[in-house]
């Protein structure tokens, strides 16, 4: 949506999207297409439908500048199909670890004639450059993301029992999130066995403090037994997947969001955390540091450091009034980099500057692929 509507600001209309695993049935007429998975299907239309083109033609005159916005690196060959058939640049966004590798040879065609790249973050945009020297050459925009609001967020101010302090972590909980070829919950580089760890000993030394993990994925029976052998079953609750307002109610509850994960492309947890005035605990490697001003709206901790992470969670116990104090900054810190409409006007100015790479003969549009 904050692309959507990054583009709908540039002056677009409403971009016409096409959706790669949505089901086909749930695109409303008029909007765009949605392709079930289907990725031959979704290169067929690029190169042969007519709808490509109607939409191309379609959008007001008024419009100043024709883009397409490519939302994942694995659907730029359909960027670039688009793009050579209507004649309009187009942009691809780069999301954390998918562009942190050295890509196939079929992504790197897509994106080979790309006039500009969005990156979530700084480490994002330095790791894709690291394995992808020859694109060195495309500008690639920094934008960052935000909230899907531009209103802080209800946060229920309710002292915890007995003083003791209420840490939450989101995260999905998948097996597939792992340092090379190590096995174990300690090889999920989102730093469950470091937080697990660590809360042992945090509510050794600040007897009462919880932990609430929310989150699902095939990792989560194993992250549960480490618990259990860790002896902090009693301190540690899974809520497994919950409702948007079922979770809404643990971020109104917590006192402090922590997620140790060594490799973020960005963080977007820790800004929907930031909405609602929470002190953030990350790690000081991945795009965390970007999000979390260490010492003024949350603590850094290095990598893999458990006991670094105890102290840090029991000072944020310990010591309600600078819990607080960071629970403001946090809040600040959102108002002015992570709303809605900070994010769009971000996207905004790079997709005004991408599209300026290569104008238009005639006519206007965009697309999204998502």
Not at 26 to 33: D, F, K, Q, Y
Not at 51 to 73: E, T
Not at 331 to 349: D, H, I, P, S, Y
Request: net charge positive; charged share 25%.
């Amino acid at each position: 949506m904050l692309l959507h509507d990054g583009l709908a600001d540039l002056g677009f209309g409403n971009p016409w999207v096409l959706a790669a695993n949505d089901p086909p049935d749930s695109a409303p007429p008029g909007v765009g297409r949605a392709f079930g998975g289907n990725s031959v299907s979704m290169c067929g239309h690029a190169r042969f439908s007519g709808d490509v083109s109607a939409a191309a033609r379609g959008q007001s005159v008024d419009a100043l500048r024709s883009l397409i916005v490519c939302a994942h690196i694995g659907l730029s060959p359909v960027a670039r199909l688009i793009s050579e058939r209507v004649g309009f640049p187009y942009a691809v966004v780069l999301h954390g670890v998918e562009a942190w590798r050295k890509l196939r040879l079929r992504d790197r065609w897509g994106l080979r004639r790309a006039s500009g790249f969005l990156s979530c973050s700084q480490h994002t945009r330095r790791q894709f450059i690291r394995y992808n020297p020859d694109f060195a050459s495309v500008p690639v925009h920094v934008t960052g993301w935000g909230t899907g609001a531009s209103e802080p967020m209800e946060r229920i101010a309710v002292a915890s029992p007995g003083g003791a302090c209420r840490f939450l972590c989101v995260s999905r909980m998948s097996a597939g999130d792992r340092f090379g070829r190590s096995r174990g919950v300690g090889g999920l580089y989102k730093g469950f066995r470091v937080l697990l760890d660590a809360m042992r000993e945090v509510s050794r030394r600040i007897p009462g403090t919880t932990l609430d993990l929310v989150g699902a994925g095939d990792a989560q029976t194993e992250i549960e037994r480490h618990a259990s052998a860790s002896r902090v079953a009693g301190v540690v609750r899974f809520w497994g997947k919950l409702s948007d307002e079922e979770l809404a109610r643990r971020y109104r509850e917590a006192d402090v969001f922590v997620l140790p994960s060594e490799r973020e492309g960005f963080g977007i947890v820790f800004v929907e955390a930031m909405a609602r005035g929470l002190p953030c605990v990350g790690v000081s490697s991945g795009a965390s540091s970007e999000v979390i001003e260490n010492g003024v709206s949350g603590l850094l901790v290095p990598p893999g450091d458990e006991a670094a992470l105890a102290d840090a969670l029991c000072t944020l116990a310990g010591n309600p009034t600078f819990r607080e104090r960071l629970g403001r900054e946090s809040r600040r810190r959102w108002e002015n980099e992570f709303t809605r409409a900070a994010c769009v006007q971000r996207l905004k100015a790079a997709l005004s500057t991408i599209a300026r790479r290569r104008e238009t003969e005639a006519g206007a549009t965009a697309m999204r692929l998502e």
